[in-house]
C-alpha cells in the first residue's frame, strides 16, 4: 500500500528566507504523481507544484521548488524568499499513474509559520 | 465558471441521524474523492469514484456511504454507525488517465463542509 510521511509537524521561517518542507513516500510502483498542497486557514485547499514520477528534472514554479530524489523516495518542497503568505498547512501526495484506480494519498501535512 | 460546489458550509446533527453532504462539479472530470481532515492527522480517502455507477473504498469507509449517479455528483452519507463523524469533509475531482505525459491533472477542490454531531 502506498504511504506518504510528512516528519515535520510544525516548520518556521524568516521572512525573505528559505525553508525546506520534507515527504517520503513508498510505493512499488514506477510511474506516478507526487503533488504538493497548501491550506491557507481559509481552508481551501491550493495546488502549489507537481512532479511526474519519469521526468528526472525538479519541477519549479516561481519561488517554489521540489528536491525529488526517486530511488530515496523522497520529495522536498522548497520556498524561497518566504512572505508572510505563505504561512498554512502544507500537504504531500501520491498518485499512481499507471491504470486501474488511482486513489490519491496524502500526509498528515506541515504547519508552517512566516515570522515577519 | 468551472469548479466544485459543496454544501453547506456548516451542518449541525444530533447523535444517532444519517446526515448527506454535497459535492456538484461542472468540470467534466471522471474522478471524484470524499477526504475527511482532523486535526493532526491530514487528510484520509474515505471513498472514490472514477466512473459513474461505481466506486471504491478508501481507507477509512466504515459509517459512510456514497453513490455516483450522474458524473456531476458524488454525495458522501454519514451513517449512524460513524462513531466520530465531527469533522471537515472534502471533495475533490480529477481527470484520470492511465497514459504517461497526458498532463494527468491534480485535484480540484471544494470549500469543504464542516459537520458536527452533538
Same mark, same amino acid.
Given at each position: 500500500?502506498?504511504?506518504?510521511?510528512?516528519?515535520?509537524?510544525e516548520m518556521?521561517?524568516?521572512?525573505?528566507?528559505?525553508?525546506?518542507?520534507?515527504c517520503?513516500?513508498?510505493?512499488?510502483?514506477?510511474?506516478?504523481?507526487?503533488?504538493?498542497?497548501?491550506?491557507?486557514?481559509?481552508?481551501?485547499?491550493?495546488?502549489?507544484i507537481?512532479?511526474?514520477a519519469?521526468?528526472?528534472?525538479?519541477?519549479?514554479?516561481?519561488?517554489?521548488?521540489?528536491?525529488?530524489?526517486?530511488?530515496?523516495?523522497?520529495?522536498?518542497?522548497?520556498?524561497?524568499?518566504?512572505?508572510?503568505?505563505?504561512?498554512?498547512?502544507?500537504f504531500?501526495?501520491?498518485?499512481?499513474?499507471?491504470?486501474?484506480?488511482?486513489?490519491?494519498?496524502?500526509?498528515?501535512?506541515?504547519?508552517?509559520?512566516?515570522?515577519? | 465558471?468551472?469548479?466544485?460546489?459543496?454544501?453547506?458550509?456548516?451542518?449541525?446533527?444530533?447523535?444517532g441521524?444519517?446526515?448527506?453532504?454535497?459535492?456538484?462539479?461542472?468540470l467534466?472530470?471522471?474522478?471524484?474523492?470524499w477526504?475527511?481532515?482532523?486535526?493532526?492527522?491530514?487528510?484520509?480517502?474515505?471513498? =472514490?469514484?472514477?466512473?459513474?455507477?461505481?466506486?471504491?473504498?478508501?481507507?477509512?469507509?466504515?459509517? =459512510?456511504?456514497?453513490?455516483?449517479?450522474?458524473?456531476?455528483?458524488?454525495?458522501?452519507?454519514?451513517?449512524?454507525?460513524?462513531?466520530?463523524?465531527?469533522?471537515?469533509?472534502?471533495?475533490?475531482?480529477?481527470?484520470?488517465?492511465a497514459?504517461?505525459?497526458?498532463?494527468?491533472?491534480?485535484l480540484?477542490?471544494?470549500n469543504?463542509?464542516?459537520?458536527?454531531?452533538?
Amino acid at each position: 500500500a502506498q504511504t506518504v510521511t510528512q516528519s515535520q509537524p510544525e516548520m518556521s521561517v524568516q521572512e525573505a528566507e528559505t525553508v525546506t518542507l520534507s515527504c517520503t513516500y513508498d510505493t512499488s510502483e514506477s510511474d506516478y504523481y507526487l503533488f504538493w498542497y497548501k491550506q491557507p486557514p481559509s481552508r481551501q485547499m491550493i495546488l502549489v507544484i507537481r512532479q511526474e514520477a519519469y521526468k528526472q528534472q525538479n519541477a519549479t514554479e516561481n519561488r517554489f521548488s521540489v528536491n525529488f530524489q526517486k530511488a530515496a523516495k523522497s520529495f522536498s518542497l522548497k520556498i524561497s524568499d518566504s512572505q508572510l503568505g505563505d504561512a498554512a498547512m502544507y500537504f504531500c501526495a501520491y498518485r499512481r499513474n499507471s491504470g486501474g484506480y488511482q486513489k490519491v494519498t496524502f500526509g498528515i501535512g506541515t504547519k508552517l509559520q512566516v515570522i515577519p | 465558471d468551472g469548479g466544485i460546489t459543496q454544501s453547506p458550509k456548516y451542518l449541525f446533527r444530533k447523535e444517532g441521524q444519517n446526515v448527506t453532504l454535497s459535492c456538484e462539479q461542472n468540470l467534466n472530470h471522471d474522478a471524484m474523492y470524499w477526504y475527511r481532515q482532523d486535526p493532526g492527522q491530514g487528510l484520509r480517502l474515505i471513498y =472514490y469514484s472514477q466512473i459513474v455507477n461505481d466506486f471504491q473504498k478508501g481507507d477509512i469507509a466504515e459509517g =459512510y456511504s456514497v453513490s455516483r449517479e450522474k458524473k456531476e455528483s458524488f454525495p458522501l452519507t454519514v451513517t449512524s454507525a460513524q462513531k466520530n463523524p465531527t469533522a471537515f469533509y472534502l471533495c475533490a475531482s480529477s481527470h484520470i488517465s492511465a497514459n504517461r505525459g497526458s498532463n494527468n491533472s491534480p485535484l480540484h477542490f471544494g470549500n469543504g463542509t464542516r459537520l458536527t454531531v452533538t
